[in-house]
């Protein structure tokens, strides 16, 4: 297993079109993270899933964005009609949830998006 | 609603100085602490967990509850712990989402 990994690692597209990213975690995680990280700023948290279900998406999230995350494997994160303010790094991380504590996430190398 | 602060953007400490990098959570419970480093052109890595109580590279982190904070020390920086550290923040027994503070960009000057 080479840990967590994400595509595409960069992608650059015109405002207004649709992305799609990949997130392949772990195989034994069971839960999967996304988070966005602008210039200068934290991780930011998107949304997370617990296997198959969907546990929390941001409030601050538009509803431009989904996930999903099918047979709790590998997940998606759409972005639909970009505007210039989604251009950031999407970080995906994995991890196994045990006994009610969060655990060590393993983070992905993130992609890129860049709206032009 | 679960947060974390740092309050120092950059840090930057002479090679040899001690190091101290703060961070300051709002729970009023017992959460799970992390800290969380991205060396340059590397991927966000797990450095230390407080529930572990172990030093790692050299940097330690107590858990403060009645200040909550648990900042990251370490007595003797080195050249290569220049790095973005983040603190991040889980509520164990719920769903145990993970937030992160801002970062703290720790420079150490040779």
């Known amino acids: 297993d080479t840990g967590v990994s994400q595509d595409p690692r960069h992608k650059i597209t015109k405002r207004g079109q649709n992305v799609t990213f990949r997130c392949d975690p772990i195989?034994?995680?069971?839960?999967l993270y996304w988070y966005r990280q602008t210039l200068g700023q934290g991780p930011e948290f998107l949304t997370y899933?617990?296997?198959?279900?969907?546990?929390?998406k941001s409030r601050l999230l538009s509803d431009r964005f989904s996930a999903e995350r099918p047979k709790g494997s590998f997940s998606t994160l759409e972005i639909q009609r970009t505007e210039q303010g989604d251009s950031a790094m999407y970080l995906c991380?994995?991890?196994?949830?045990?006994?009610?504590?969060?655990?060590?996430?393993?983070f992905g190398e993130g992609s890129r998006l860049t709206v032009l | 609603a679960q947060r974390v602060t740092q309050p120092e953007k950059l840090l930057s400490v002479f090679k040899g100085a001690p190091v101290e990098l703060k961070c300051n959570y709002s729970?009023?419970?017992?959460?799970?602490l992390f800290w969380y480093v991205q060396y340059s052109r590397q991927r966000l890595q797990l450095l230390l967990r407080?529930?572990s109580r172990e030093s790692i590279k050299g940097f330690t982190a107590d858990l403060n509850k009645g200040e909550t904070s648990f900042h990251l020390k370490k007595p003797f920086a080195q050249e290569e712990d220049s790095a973005m550290y983040y603190c991040?923040?889980?509520?164990?027994?719920?769903?145990?989402?993970?937030?992160f503070g801002t970062g703290t960009k720790l420079q150490v000057i040779p």
């Open positions: 991380a994995s991890s196994f949830v045990e006994a009610g504590f969060a655990g060590e996430l393993f």
């Open positions: 195989s034994e995680h069971n839960r």
């Open positions: 899933f617990q296997n198959e279900a969907q546990l929390e």
């Open positions: 729970y009023s419970g017992s959460p799970e």
């Open positions: 407080h529930i």
């Open positions: 991040a923040l889980s509520v164990p027994g719920g769903y145990q989402k993970v937030t």
